[in-house]
T-cell receptor, first 113, second 114 residues
């Protein structure tokens, strides 16, 4: 079974700082990895999806990288803003787990004005 | 507007009273799924469906049923709810084919079983 871990569980940074969120997974045989954002009381919004053949994806101030061999992904947020405050989750779809998705427990980010 | 809708958004019920949470998507997605989210445990997959009349268990299927009679709808049924099913539930859908797995989530249903 795939295990997905996100560290740290919570992070607080001043506005304008660049930051990195981490996601690790135990089985490197994956189809893809996806990063989501969840605002309090809301559903999940997809931020970036990286296919297993890709090393990174970028969208605006966000950059996600994938290192399958080490079972790691990072989400880099440049020039953080208070509006970035949310919980960030990663999810993987594994080749050995059929059509199931496995989520980490998330990193709660607070950007202080 | 492309979206996944869930109803109801909030539900308080009592142990043993059957309930259904509806989920509908308007994007013609093949793949649909139900998750529950609990503090400290994250999102866990309950059931998923690859297409009409094709459903499979996720990691936590006990106490739940699903059906997929139409492509757009994927209801979650709790035949005899218990307090340990108190949770935040999400429905999601994706195209799935060719590895296009971007999942779109509904707004969530907060269920309390007394």
């Amino acid at each position: 079974k795939q295990e997905v871990t996100q560290i740290p569980a919570a992070l607080s940074v001043p506005e304008g700082e660049n930051l990195v969120l981490n996601c690790s997974f135990t089985d490197s045989a994956i189809y893809n990895l996806q990063w989501f954002r969840q605002d309090p009381g809301k559903g999940l919004t997809s931020l970036l999806l990286i296919q297993s053949s890709q090393r990174e994806q970028t969208s605006g101030r966000l950059n996600a990288s994938l290192d399958k061999s080490s079972g790691r992904s990072t989400l880099y947020i440049a020039a953080s803003q208070p509006g970035d405050s949310a919980t960030y989750l990663c999810a993987v779809r594994g080749r050995n787990t059929g059509n199931q998705f496995y989520f980490g427990t998330g990193t709660s980010l607070t950007v202080i004005p | 507007e492309a979206q996944v809708t869930q109803n109801p958004r909030y539900l308080i019920t009592v142990t043993g009273k059957k309930l259904t949470v509806t989920c509908s998507q308007n994007m013609n997605h093949e793949y649909m799924s139900w998750y529950r989210q609990d503090p400290g445990l994250g999102l866990r997959q309950i059931y998923y469906s690859m297409n009409v009349e094709a459903t499979d268990k996720g990691d936590v299927p006990e106490g739940y049923k699903v059906s997929r009679k139409e492509k757009r709808n994927f209801p979650l049924i709790l035949e005899s709810p218990s307090p340990n099913q108190t949770s935040l539930y999400f429905c999601a859908s994706s195209l799935f084919m060719s590895g296009t797995d971007t999942q779109y989530f509904g707004p969530g249903t907060r269920l309390t079983v007394l």
